[in-house]
């Protein structure tokens, strides 16, 4: 298999692609790594890859046009998700805080791909239009925040390369591992986590008791409208206010969809229950 990644520090890789388990797989040509400079494709004289974000905050946002510029030059298609992963032989990676939580069965599901592309965010943020129009998975680590994406993307290399039939010799390493499919274990673990919801409602697992927060409101930057897809209204009137709000709620129905165990602990007041439950309404099937 091959993996892409995509970062502004190249140089940030030279030492986990030479070192172990990824050294030998790339030797034994079970694997291919390469790593790509962003600035390299853009198309000003400062090679520029963030701006900042409309409708103010701290910070940079990394541009949609030289990203999605990368990853489809590396796939050969334009998107819908880069064509939803090149006809799924492969994964488009966006490295985000507000990702997905990365478990050893999403490093399964990489480790039967053709090719993973990884792409290592920056600064404040992504476009948002990269998560919905060019990454097919939206992925974190951890419920931490992390300088940028490098790290990251060497975790889940090294994670799905001990995958690769071949890469650690012997193949009887990887059954009794942490995170292993072991029937036993997946037995009892589905009986000791309480299912959620039938309406999907927030609350229903009470298992994260300390505070946790919610996940980051989208981020859009320059141009304000990209291969037709627009940035929203609210963030260009400089009405404050309703910027403020328009984040929240949708920093909460990011929440809710993505990472709803987060909710438990968030220590929401009553506003943000009160738009939660809006969210959950709105999300829910009509009754026949």
Same mark, same amino acid.
């Given at each position: ?18 070192? &172990? ?14 790593? /790509? ?8 004289? /400062? ?9 103010? %905050? ?28 090149? #006809? ?10 507000? %990702? ?20 290592? #965010?920056?600064?404040? &943020? ?22 940028? +994406? ?18 650690? &010799? ?20 589905? /009986? ?10 927030? #609350? ?35 009405? /404050? ?23 438990? +602990?968030? +220590?929401? &007041? ?11 309404? %709105? ?6």
């Amino acid at each position: 298999m091959r993996f892409d990644i995509v970062t502004i520090f190249p140089e940030f890789f030279a030492g986990p692609l030479d070192y &172990g388990i990824v050294r030998r797989a790339r030797e034994a040509q079970l694997m291919e790594a390469r790593v /790509h400079d962003l600035r390299e494709f853009t198309h000003d004289r /400062h090679r520029t890859v963030d701006d900042r974000p409309f409708g103010g %905050g701290e910070g940079m946002v990394m541009k949609p046009e030289p990203l999605f510029e990368a990853v489809e030059s590396l796939v050969g298609v334009r998107s819908a998700g880069a064509a939803a992963g090149a #006809g799924g032989s492969a994964a488009i990676v966006l490295l985000s805080a507000a %990702g997905k939580m990365f478990r050893q069965e999403t490093a399964r599901r990489f480790a039967g791909l053709e090719r993973v592309v990884l792409i290592c #965010g920056r600064y404040e &943020g992504v476009d948002e239009r990269v998560a919905e129009h060019l990454a097919t998975d939206e992925i974190s680590i951890g419920d931490f925040v992390l300088s940028g +994406g490098e790290l990251a993307a060497a975790m889940i290399l090294d994670t799905v390369t001990r995958l690769i039939p071949g890469a650690l &010799g012997n193949e009887d390493s990887i059954v009794n591992e942490s995170f292993s499919e072991n029937p036993a274990r997946s037995e009892r673990a589905r /009986h000791a986590v309480p299912p959620q919801r039938a309406d999907n409602s927030f #609350g229903a697992n009470q298992t994260y008791a300390a505070e946790r927060g919610i996940l980051d409101y989208p981020h859009y930057t320059r141009p304000p409208s990209f291969r037709g897809w627009d940035v929203p209204e609210v963030l260009l009137g400089g009405n /404050h206010e309703e910027i403020r709000k328009w984040r929240r709620r949708c920093a909460l129905e990011k929440t809710w969809r993505k990472r709803p165990e987060l909710l438990d +602990g968030a +220590g929401l &007041g009553a506003e943000d229950r009160r738009v939660l439950d809006e969210i959950v309404r %709105g999300a829910r099937p009509a009754a026949k």
